[in-house]
C-alpha cells in the first residue's frame, strides 16, 4: 500500500531535475519562433506602444509636409520637417534604451538569481531560465512581449554582464568595509555613561546576498558541465 506514493514521489523528484533533453522539447524561445533576429526584432518594435505611437506621428507629419508641399504651402511644411527632424531623433533614442539597457528592476534581478541558484544553469538549461524569466518580464508588466530574451545564451549574457558585475562590485566593497572597520576597531565605543557600546554590523540586503550565491552557483554549474563534457581532459 505504501509503495504507490514512494513511486509517485520519484516520479515527482524526476521531473523536478533540469533535464536537457526536457528543456529542448518543452520549453520555446523566440529563437524557435521567428525565421531570424531582423524577424524578431520587427516583431519587438510592432507589440511596443512608445515605438508604435513615435512611428505613427512620424507618419502624419510626412503626410502633412507632403501636403502642405503640393499646396505650395513652404513655411508649414518647413516647420513640419523640423518637428519630423527632431521626432525622428527622439525615436532612435527611445529604440536605442530599449533595445540597449537591460531591464533593472530590483524584483526581475533577484528572480533571475533564484532562477539560477535552483536550477544551476549550464548549457541548455540556460533555456529554462530564459522562458521563466520572459513570462515573468510579461505578466509583471516590465516588457511588451513574452520574448525579452531571445535565446538562453542571450539570457547567460544577461546574467554575467549584470548579475555577476554587480555582485563582483558588492563583493570588492564589502571587504573593503570589512577591513575598514577591523583596522579602525577601537574594539568599542564609549558612551556618556563611559560604558563600552559595541559596534553594530549592518546587515548584507537579501538581493545582493542572492546575487552573490547565484554568481557561485553558475560558476560551480559550468565547471561541472565541461567536466562532463570532457571527461577524459582532468579539468580542474
Known amino acids: 500500500m505504501q509503495s504507490r506514493p514512494e513511486n509517485n514521489d520519484a516520479k515527482r523528484d524526476r ?21 531570424s533576429y531582423p524577424n524578431y526584432i520587427l516583431y519587438e518594435l510592432v507589440h511596443c506602444t512608445p515605438t508604435m505611437s513615435m512611428f505613427l506621428v512620424n507618419v502624419i507629419l510626412i503626410l502633412l509636409i507632403v501636403f502642405f508641399s503640393f499646396h505650395d504651402n513652404k513655411i508649414c511644411a518647413t516647420v513640419f520637417g523640423i518637428l519630423l527632424f527632431v521626432l525622428s531623433r527622439s525615436t532612435v533614442s527611445v529604440l536605442v534604451g530599449m533595445f540597449g539597457t537591460h531591464v533593472s528592476d530590483r524584483d526581475f534581478i533577484l528572480k533571475l538569481s533564484v532562477e539560477v541558484i535552483t536550477r ?60 575598514e572597520n577591523t583596522q579602525s576597531a577601537a574594539p568599542a565605543t564609549e558612551t556618556s ?24 552557483v553558475e560558476e560551480e554549474a559550468q565547471l561541472e558541465y565541461w567536466r562532463k563534457q570532457y571527461p577524459d581532459a582532468n579539468l580542474p
Open 15 to 35: 521531473l523536478d531535475e533540469p533535464n536537457a533533453h526536457l528543456i529542448e522539447e518543452n520549453v520555446t524561445l523566440p529563437k524557435d519562433i521567428f525565421r
Open 193 to 216: 555613561n563611559g560604558a563600552a557600546e559595541p559596534r553594530s554590523i549592518e546587515p548584507v540586503p537579501i538581493l545582493k546576498r542572492y546575487m552573490l550565491k547565484a554568481r557561485q
Open 120 to 179: 544551476k544553469p549550464a548549457g541548455k538549461e540556460w533555456k529554462a531560465v530564459a522562458y521563466n524569466m520572459n513570462q515573468y518580464l510579461f505578466d509583471e508588466g516590465l516588457w511588451y512581449t513574452p520574448y525579452y530574451f531571445y535565446c538562453g545564451r542571450k539570457c547567460r549574457y544577461f546574467f554575467r554582464n549584470i548579475i555577476i558585475k554587480e555582485s563582483a562590485g558588492t563583493h570588492s566593497s564589502s571587504s573593503t568595509n570589512e577591513a
